[in-house]
C-alpha cells in the first residue's frame, strides 16, 4: 500500500476506467477519423474521376491490338515478330493480356489496369510523406497532380514507370 490507503492494482483500475471513459465515440473523435479518412476517399475519387470511356488514340489501340490475342503464344508472335512488334514493352504488355484476359478489352477495361501502378505509387508517397518527411497528408497533393490525372487515363505503360520510380526513390 502506498500513502493515502491507495494499492497499485487500485492505480491501474482507475487508470483503465480513465482510457476506457475517452474510448467512448465523442463528436470530436467522429471529426477527427472523418478527417482522417477524407484522403482515402479523395484516392478513390481521383481513380474514379481519371479513367474514362473516351475513344483510344493510337498508341493505346496498338496496346489494344496486341493484347487482343486469343493465346499466349500468338500474343508473344506479333509482340516479337515483324512490323509492328513492340517487344521493348514486353512484360507491360504481358501484364495488360493477362488484365484484358480477367477484365476486358473497354477502354475503361484498358485504362484500368493503371490502378494497382497507382496505388502502389501513392503507396510510396503516402510511407515517404509520414516517415520521412513527418506531413501524413503531403501525399494528397500527389492525387491532385494534373499528370497523374493524365496518365492514369492512358492505356500505356506511364503509371506503372512513375510507380516503380517512385518505389525505387523511397526505398
Given at each position: 500500500?502506498?500513502?493515502?490507503?491507495?494499492?497499485?492494482?487500485?492505480a491501474q483500475i482507475?487508470?483503465?476506467?480513465?482510457?476506457?471513459?475517452?474510448?467512448?465515440?465523442?463528436?470530436?473523435?467522429?471529426?477527427?477519423?472523418?478527417?482522417?479518412?477524407?484522403?482515402?476517399?479523395?484516392?478513390?475519387?481521383?481513380?474514379?474521376?481519371?479513367?474514362?470511356?473516351?475513344?483510344?488514340?493510337?498508341?493505346?489501340?496498338?496496346?489494344?491490338?496486341?493484347?487482343?490475342?486469343?493465346?499466349?503464344?500468338?500474343?508473344?508472335?506479333?509482340?516479337?515478330?515483324?512490323?509492328?512488334?513492340?517487344?521493348?514493352?514486353?512484360?507491360?504488355?504481358?501484364?495488360?493480356?493477362?488484365?484484358?484476359?480477367?477484365?476486358?478489352?473497354?477502354?475503361?477495361?484498358?485504362?484500368?489496369?493503371?490502378?494497382?501502378?497507382?496505388l502502389l505509387m501513392i503507396?510510396?508517397?503516402?510511407?515517404?510523406?509520414?516517415?520521412?518527411?513527418?506531413?501524413?497528408?503531403?501525399?494528397?497533393?500527389?492525387?491532385?497532380?494534373?499528370?497523374?490525372?493524365?496518365?492514369?487515363?492512358?492505356?500505356?505503360?506511364?503509371?506503372?514507370?512513375?510507380?516503380?520510380?517512385?518505389?525505387?526513390?523511397?526505398?
Amino acid at each position: 500500500m502506498r500513502g493515502m490507503g491507495r494499492t497499485d492494482s487500485d492505480a491501474q483500475i482507475a487508470e483503465h476506467e480513465h482510457e476506457s471513459a475517452s474510448s467512448e465515440p465523442t463528436p470530436e473523435r467522429h471529426r477527427t477519423q472523418l478527417l482522417m479518412l477524407s484522403p482515402w476517399l479523395l484516392l478513390l475519387l481521383t481513380i474514379a474521376l481519371a479513367v474514362t470511356r473516351q475513344s483510344l488514340w493510337i498508341d493505346e489501340g496498338f496496346t489494344s491490338w496486341f493484347v487482343s490475342r486469343a493465346s499466349f503464344k500468338s500474343f508473344l508472335r506479333s509482340l516479337i515478330g515483324p512490323p509492328p512488334g513492340d517487344a521493348q514493352l514486353l512484360f507491360y504488355l504481358s501484364y495488360m493480356w493477362g488484365w484484358v484476359n480477367i477484365f476486358g478489352r473497354s477502354e475503361v477495361a484498358l485504362r484500368a489496369a493503371n490502378t494497382p501502378f497507382f496505388l502502389l505509387m501513392i503507396g510510396s508517397v503516402a510511407w515517404a510523406s509520414r516517415r520521412l518527411l513527418q506531413r501524413p497528408y503531403l501525399w494528397v497533393l500527389f492525387c491532385l497532380s494534373p499528370f497523374v490525372w493524365f496518365y492514369l487515363n492512358e492505356a500505356r505503360p506511364y503509371i506503372a514507370v512513375i510507380a516503380f520510380s517512385t518505389t525505387t526513390v523511397v526505398a
